[in-house]
């Protein structure tokens, strides 16, 4: 009986300690769990520089294509009939104003200015003796020696004798004119084409010899989408001569050495009506050419650094993403939690972009650390100390992206410091698994 009830003390003694020991073992387990859980929910907010959305006027430059024009661009003529003697320039030279150009064979008309000459030398002469006439005619009417009849027609004779000499004069001055058109100067400063008629050659007015095309200045014509037409003009309006600025670039001009061929200048036209077709406006720009370098007829582009937008949202350009939906930024929400929003794009400005949808009044659009922030993590907002860049010759550019740039000036800055980020939170999750690990040892 005895060794019965031991064996049965024994195996019950035995039981309860294993289930005792069981408990011990999971409540280790469910205080360490509890534990790394504690940790998680205790995690830190994370530092982030945050925008807070308002309406703003911000510049952004926008670039057309356009072709380059000389308004001033004229034909010389052959204003005579003759052979043409000489000319007396070098094909494709500068010419000014003034310069000879060609000579069509004077000698007829000349001869033509001589024989006019002695017209009114006849004229004159004529004039004289009508003159004395009517002077003895009217001493004689005045004694009564002649009638009135006879004095009247002295009279007459002696007009007729003037309108005659005045004809004269006329044809003369006809005859020097003509003379003068043999000489064909330039009516104009610029570049002048191929000689259009040869040397030897008969010249038959109206006829064209040459193109003189002016090239300093040089106008440029281009069209303008109505919205920034009207941006444009809402700038005029406020005064501001800034907008007026233009930049003319010659994309072909460019090398790997060496920049393309850019001019300054300023819009002199803004049209007042949008075509219906392509609902563009007519502008018109003016570029002082000293060298010469662009020549009419060139294909450029225009761009206007200083055009604005008025009453719009805008984010750094490196606080959008892209999301599976699209783009998208994170906006810190009411529990102070980022959370992911979906946004349609605008226009680029430099270092900021345009929101055209997605964004309200008050937002609050995290601007910094972006790679190391998902959403759902507890921010600890910060000001947004970057400013918006000078805008660039072309639309969307971003000179932010340079190497050098620092923390919240650009993509690269955003880039340090989301690795900056990255690595104190690194830090922070090794230090709560070491102090884990150190409790679960205790």
């Not at 003319?248 to 036209?269: C, M, N, V, Y």
């Not at 690269?412 to 410091?417: A, I, L, T, V």
Request: hydrophobic fraction near 35%; include cysteine.
């Amino acid at each position: 009986m005895r060794p019965n009830l031991l064996t049965r003390t024994l195996g019950l003694g035995g039981a309860l300690l294993l289930g005792l020991s069981l408990a011990a073992c999971g409540g280790s387990d469910d205080q360490q769990s509890a534990q790394q859980g504690g940790g998680q929910q205790e995690q830190p907010p994370k530092p982030a520089e945050v925008v807070q959305i308002e309406s703003r006027d911000i510049t952004l430059s926008k670039e057309y294509p356009a072709q380059v024009r000389s308004d001033r661009e004229v034909n010389v003529m052959g204003r005579v009939e003759g052979i043409l003697e000489a000319r007396h320039y070098r094909e494709g030279s500068m010419v000014e104003k003034g310069d000879a150009l060609f000579t069509i064979e004077p000698a007829p008309y000349e001869a033509t200015v001589e024989q006019r000459k002695a017209d009114v030398e006849s004229a004159e002469a004529e004039v004289y003796r009508a003159q004395r006439d009517a002077e003895r005619y009217q001493r004689l009417y005045n004694q009564n020696s002649v009638s009135q009849q006879q004095r009247d027609q002295s009279q007459a004779d002696l007009r007729t004798a003037r309108a005659t000499k005045a004809q004269a004069d006329a044809a003369l001055d006809s005859a020097q004119i003509d003379l003068g058109y043999t000489e064909v100067n330039a009516p104009a400063s610029g570049m002048i084409s191929l000689s259009q008629v040869n040397v030897g050659n008969l010249v038959q007015p109206p006829q064209a010899l040459a193109t003189i095309t002016p090239l300093d200045p040089i106008e440029v014509r281009f069209s303008m989408p109505s919205g920034d037409a009207y941006a444009l003009r809402q700038q005029r309006q406020q005064g501001n001569d800034e907008a007026n600025a233009v930049v003319l670039t010659a994309p072909d001009t460019a090398s790997a050495a060496r920049d393309p061929l850019k001019l300054a200048g300023e819009i002199d036209f803004l049209g007042s009506r949008v075509d219906e077709s392509t609902s563009t406006v007519q502008v018109e720009a003016v570029f002082d050419n000293p060298d010469g370098l662009f020549l009419p007829g060139q294909f450029v582009r225009v761009s206007l650094p200083k055009l604005k937008r008025f009453d719009v949202y805008a984010v750094p350009a490196i606080a959008v993403t892209e999301g599976l939906k699209g783009p998208q930024v994170l906006v810190v929400n009411d529990n102070g939690k980022a959370e992911s929003r979906f946004v349609s794009l605008g226009e680029v400005a430099g270092d900021w972009q345009i929101i055209t949808d997605g964004l309200a009044p008050g937002d609050r659009v995290v601007a910094s650390g972006i790679g190391s922030i998902s959403a759902g993590d507890k921010i600890d907002p910060k000001p947004f100390s970057g400013e918006a860049a000078q805008p660039q010759d072309n639309a969307g550019s971003n000179p932010s992206q340079a190497p050098d740039a620092k923390g919240g000036e650009g993509v690269q800055g955003g880039r340090e410091d989301a690795q900056q980020d990255r690595d104190a939170q690194a830090a922070s999750d090794e230090q709560q698994h070491s102090d884990a690990q150190g409790g679960a040892n205790g």
